[in-house]
């Protein structure tokens, strides 16, 4: 089992420049159903056997995909989302990096009365190993498993992955929140799924300094997760306060933000934290153990 | 990006905020005529540099006459100002900012910012004002104010009336304040502002409210549809080593220690500097080479690493995923080779064709360590750096 993809979604790529063509090529071949691209002004045409479509719209119509994967430029990129939204698509996955803060608060608000899932944006996408690869991530250090993981991080969640998979602890699903301030699901709506998907035995939640997502995720772990184990690494712990650690959201900022506030919260929670980056898997493995 | 004072209260003039009158000088030769023309018995000489505790570090100063503002402006100007926010070092003072004194009967706090549970932004204000407000939010957060900003519609004007009236204002000053918090609102949704803060915002002894100080940081994500900021921009103020990473799209943040680093991806960039820590070392920076990796970034961030003289060893830490270990490796060497490393570097590569990654690096005949994994590179290295 997983949650929000797999086997069955069928994706449309929206924005097909050269990273987007690399990255869907990479998907499909993983066996992810790329069923439709969009740009504008190439509708009619095709991609490597793909049918492109002038508007997102037009292709949910003829192809009935469900969920979006989104290069579309910075500048342009929330129009983009929107655009996927109306068009009735469920999950919209955002890799896009460096998209306005305050476009994607307008994005939040126009988002809210819509059923539209977002991932992202400047993540590295979803992927339920086995199912379906729908973002940048390298298919091949996954395992089919039941440990879920949800992580603000793009290379560290590969990390993350690696050890587990090394250890022979497969994923349900790994999703990579994204690294900015404002985003789409957030810790707290992909533990919802999680504790609710049979499939999935326990969480590794990789969290890091800005923002209190992960303290919000303590609380709820707290208060509705307390059957399933849960592994966490803050990254930043070394950080300076006032500067920003190359993700946009990744800052202390008026005291708020601290790693180490993080690491109290979530231990208050009964969540395993671990110092060092390199315990996550044996972490987990122990945690399996018992 | 961040601007100065002087520069974020011409802003706030064009949004109808009101502003002490102010003359801004390079020069000493301009800071007497900056006092004839304000014209007033008390002024105000302020360091302009982009870090707080300005006033705390001696970096305002009231003067009685134009001999005091320029004996004031000599003692700061072309000088390192100190403050909490500088580091031991200080930054150069370049300009001043020169002030008419007014009367100010109470001080306020007012900020605008995203708030990043509420996932908008939020106006905050508080009668405490002129302290430091996080303070401030520990203490007596019933103390401040909070009034979410409608992302498409801005203030409105019933929460803009009901700030005043929270802070105590009242009859026109309420209404001059109420005004100046709607400017405020639509001056940050105009330029994308990550903040906009006016500590203290002040009502004057004749009823007038002003921005006695102003700061505002703009999102740099945004900047690209805000040409006319540009201008705005001081390089003098920013980290030469963090502009220069900057400019060949690396992410690179200095730090206190002597193990350089290089990482491809931000999370797992502070994870190394996170374990270097565990492992009893000190990171000297953040360096964040992207996914990628490429030979010219790779070389680019050797070349800022190596411009820190405390660096005592360097720690690649590279998790190939699309872009090949053996690739990598490549981009490795020939970042080696077009610097010239007199210290200990340690690689550790992992993911796809890790194996031919490694084996390159040993065939090289140059000296790097290899490590098998994240604790065994940070230990290697901190052992390096003794």
Known sequence: MSILVGKHSRVVVQGLGAAGKFHASQCREYGTQIVAATKPGAGGSEWEGIPIFDTVRAARAATGADTSLIFVPAP???????????????????????????????????????????????????????????????????????????SRSGTLTYEAVWQLSERDIGQSTCIGIGGDPVQGMNFVDCLELFAADDGTAAVVLIGEIGGSA???????????????????????????????????????????????????ALRDAGVTVVDSPAEIGSAMAQELAH | MKIHEYQAKRLFADFGIPTPRGVVCRTLDEVGPAWDELGKDLCVVKAQIHAGGRGKGGGVQLARSGEQAVEHAAAMLGKPLVTHQTGPEGRIVRRLLVEEGLQIRKEFYVALAVDRSLNQPVLIASAEGGVEIEEVARERPEAILHEPVDPREGLFPF????????????????????????????????????????????????????????????????????????????????????????????????????????????????????????????????????????????????????????????????????????????????????????????????????????????????????????????????????
Not at chain 1, 242 to 263: F, T
Not at chain 2, 187 to 206: G, H, K, M, R, Y
């Open chain 1, 76 to 150: 342009y990129a929330a129009d983009a989302i929107r655009e996927a939204a109306d068009a009735g698509i469920g999950l919209a996955v955002a890799i896009t990096e460096g998209i306005p803060v305050l476009d994607m608060v307008r994005l939040k608000a126009y988002l809210a009365d819509k059923s539209t899932r977002l991932i992202g944006p400047n993540c590295p996408g979803i992927m339920t190993p086995g199912g379906a690869k729908i973002g940048i991530m390298p298919g091949y250090i996954h395992k089919p498993g039941s440990v879920g993981v949800i």
């Open chain 1, 214 to 264: 992960e303290e919000e995720a303590a609380a709820w772990i707290r208060e509705h997760m307390p059957h399933k184990p849960v592994v966490a690494f803050i990254a930043g712990a070394t950080a300076p306060p006032g500067k920003r650690m190359g993700h946009a959201g990744a800052i202390i900022a008026g005291g708020s933000g601290k790693a180490e506030d993080k690491q109290a």
């Open chain 2, 159 to 386: 929460q803009a009336r009901a700030l005043a009236s929270g802070l105590g204002l009242e009859g026109d000053a309420a209404t001059e304040a109420a005004k100046l918090f709607q400017g405020l609102a639509r001056l940050f949704a105009t330029f994308d502002c990550s903040l906009a803060e006016i500590n203290p915002l002040v009502l004057l002894e004749d009823g007038r409210v002003v921005a006695l100080d102003g700061k505002i940081n703009f999102d740099d994500n945004a900047l690209f549809r805000h040409k006319e900021l540009q201008e705005l921009r001081d390089r003098d103020e920013e980290d030469a080593a963090e502009a220069r990473a900057a400019e060949h799209n690396l992410s690179y943040v200095q730090l206190d220690g002597n193990i350089g680093c290089m990482v491809n991806g931000a999370g797992l960039a502070m994870a190394t500097m996170d374990i270097i820590k565990v492992h009893g070392g000190e990171p000297d920076n953040f360096l964040d080479v992207g996914g990628g990796a490429s030979v010219e970034r790779v070389t680019e961030a050797f070349k800022i690493i190596l411009e820190e003289e405390n660096v005592r060893a360097i720690l690649v830490n590279i998790f190939g995923g699309i872009v090949k270990c053996d690739l990598i490796a490549e981009g490795i060497l020939a970042g080696v080779q077009a610097v010239e490393l007199k210290v200990p570097l340690i690689v550790r590569l992992e993911g796809t064709n890790v194996e031919r990654g490694r084996q390159l690096l040993r065939d090289s005949g140059l000296t790097i360590r290899t490590a098998t994994d994240m604790s065994d590179a940070a230990s290697q290295a901190v052992e390096a750096a003794g």
